[in-house]
């Protein structure tokens, strides 16, 4: 199945990690989500270590509400600072969630279309996977066609997003 998040940066420079999933791990009800700061680790050639991300967050898993492990990214590069205001917003509404119609994968999918011009190639790619796309594993492949570029990491020892 998967599960998908975000990590966006804002005009300043600034990282948000957004979290959507249920309360209580059935398949539908109260949403749990999170928009929380996260402070990004760089390496010396300033990618973004996947590792670190992974440490930050098992280590802060109340916090963060996520203990799992991330093991593939995806980056887009742009001003994303209207999808932190959209991330914003659905951590304040009383949204449900649905692991068929309003999943990790959709919610996610809806934030970063609202960085997006109205009509664009990544405008109409999270359109798609917000109406289309239930498995966050399925949707991954079309998303890393269009991303900036993708980072694998298949065991707790590697991988990096470059920006």
């Known amino acids: 199945m998967g599960h998908t998040s975000l990590l966006l940066e804002d005009e300043k420079g600034e ?3 957004f979290y959507w999933g ?6 539908m009800g109260k949403a749990n989500p999170i928009l929380e700061k996260i402070v990004i680790m760089r390496d010396v050639n ?7 991300l992974n440490s930050v967050l098992q280590e802060n898993a109340e916090q963060y509400r996520y203990g799992g492990y991330y093991d593939v990214a995806t980056l887009f590069v742009g001003d994303y600072s209207k999808s932190v205001m959209k991330a914003k917003e659905i951590v304040r509404s009383e ?15 809806r934030i970063m279309c ?3 011009r109205v009509i664009s190639t990544l405008s109409l790619l999270f359109a798609y996977v917000r109406a289309r796309e239930v498995i966050p594993d399925h949707a991954m492949a079309l998303i890393e066609l269009f991303g900036t ?7 707790p020892n590697g991988g990096a997003i470059n920006k």
Do not use: H
């Not at 249920?22 to 398949?27: A, D, L, T």
């Not at 300033?46 to 670190?52: H, P, Y």
């Not at 999943?103 to 999918?109: H, I, K, L, R, W």
């Open 46 to 52: 300033g990618n973004i270590s996947l590792e670190d």
């Open 95 to 109: 949204d449900k969630y649905d692991v068929l119609n309003y999943n990790c994968m959709q919610v996610s999918a």
């Open 114 to 116: 609202a960085s997006q």
């Open 22 to 27: 249920p309360e209580y791990k059935p398949f």
């Open 15 to 17: 990282w948000y990690y």
């Open 149 to 155: 570029r993708t980072t694998r990491v298949n065991n």
